[in-house]
């Protein structure tokens, strides 16, 4: 099946109890047990397994060419899920340009548990020089945020492979429809379904999908199950609605993004436009410093100043202000996720804040 095809339905059972063509929303914590004390549905506590969540990973498993899928209660506890896995002393390579929250819980919750090392994904001699006899994980996040720097998931899991390295990407910002790191040689794929796949910004989530099921998936599930951080049900069933369009949704993003690039490049009030050609996100900077960034993200209509992404309406956001005082983000840098109202609109919107 086509990427369209397995969108709408690998999410969706009808009910077999009623006919329901859109699988009902299971909210019952407990199932019954059988006269021989087992679970003839295969269901027990609805933190173990949930039938909504069971659909949610059929699709996410399959959107990603993997073999398994979980959901988790936030991008960060999919991410966390990874790093609680591994053993204490462990030696984890992460990216320097990474998402911000993940970055704090591995500096700030992980202090003194991992050993962690933030390199340039974009240098492979310095991946392959930072690798040590205790290196358990390489993290990868391409493109990264909010720079939209790309880094070589092949040639990186290929150096990876040799030292038995895992390999994790998070592809929250190019989606499974631009990129599928588990085909490029990655173990385990991370998504933040807040953002993309969930595609409304109305439902918090996140995902981990398996290239294999082994040991360390096996840990990670134990992770899940005992430590508890899963996707509600209704939260499941807002995600698998939200997959079903994320093929036309993000062939809308990419065409915006590319326009709004284009405009963004001709216009004398930027300095420079980061864009990887695919997606939605872009950044760019304001001549001149933050004083300068901040009235452009102060002045447009229809673009809403907020943090996050994927949903189907525009966000502009100054991102050195969100990620704190340590930050290496440029003052004068705007992101934007371009959202799906009409180019003409969103165009004229940036341009009249910028002038
Ligand atoms: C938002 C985001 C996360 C964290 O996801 P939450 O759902 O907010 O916990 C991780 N990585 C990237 C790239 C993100 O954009």
């Excluded at 204490?88 to 050993?115: C, F």
């Excluded at 358990?136 to 040639?155: G, H, M, R």
């Excluded at 202000?321 to 109202?341: C, D, M, Q």
Aim: aromatic letters at 8%; hydrophobic letters at 40%; a negative charge.
């Amino acid at each position: 099946m086509k990427i369209e095809t397995i969108a709408i339905h690998a999410g969706n059972r009808v009910d077999a109890a009623t006919g329901a063509v859109i699988e009902p929303i299971t909210l019952s914590t407990t199932y019954e047990r059988g006269e021989d004390g087992g679970y003839p549905s295969g269901y027990m506590y609805t933190r173990i397994a949930n039938p909504n969540r069971a659909s949610l990973e059929n699709v996410l498993s399959k959107l990603e060419y993997g073999v398994a899928a979980s959901a988790f209660s936030s991008g960060n506890a999919a991410g966390g899920a990874v790093f609680q896995a591994l053993l204490p002393g462990s030696h984890v390579l992460a990216p320097t340009d990474m998402y911000h929250g993940l970055r704090n819980l591995l500096n700030v919750v992980y202090k003194g548990i991992l050993e962690i090392d933030y390199v340039d994904m974009s240098d492979l001699q310095e991946v392959r020089n930072s690798i040590k006899k205790n290196t358990k994980l390489i993290w990868l996040e391409t493109p990264s945020n909010p720079l939209l720097k790309l880094s070589d998931i092949k040639a990186i899991t290929d150096i990876a492979k040799e030292h038995k390295v895992i390999v994790c990407c998070d592809n929250t910002f190019a989606t499974p429809i631009f990129q599928n790191p588990l085909k490029l040689g990655a173990d385990l794929v991370m998504h933040s379904t807040t953002k993309y796949l969930g595609g409304h910004s109305d439902t918090l989530g996140g995902a981990l999908v398996t290239k294999e099921k082994n040991e360390f998936w096996d840990r990670i599930l134990k992770v899940q199950e005992l430590a508890g951080a899963v996707l509600s049900p209704f939260d499941c069933y807002l995600t698998v609605r939200g997959i079903k369009t994320l093929p036309y949704r993000m062939r809308g993003h990419l065409e915006n993004a590319k326009q709004l690039t284009s405009f963004l490049k001709s216009n004398p009030k930027v300095e420079e436009v980061f864009y990887p050609d695919f997606g939605g996100m872009l950044s760019f900077l304001v001549k001149g410093g933050e004083a300068e960034a901040a009235k452009v993200a102060n002045s447009t209509k229809i673009f809403t100043q907020a943090t996050s992404l994927g949903g189907v309406e525009s966000l502009i956001e100054h991102r050195a202000t969100i990620e704190g005082p340590n930050t290496k983000t440029p003052r004068n840098l705007l992101r934007l996720s371009v959202g799906l109202e009409n180019i003409e609109d969103l165009i004229e919107d940036i341009n009249s804040a910028i002038n």
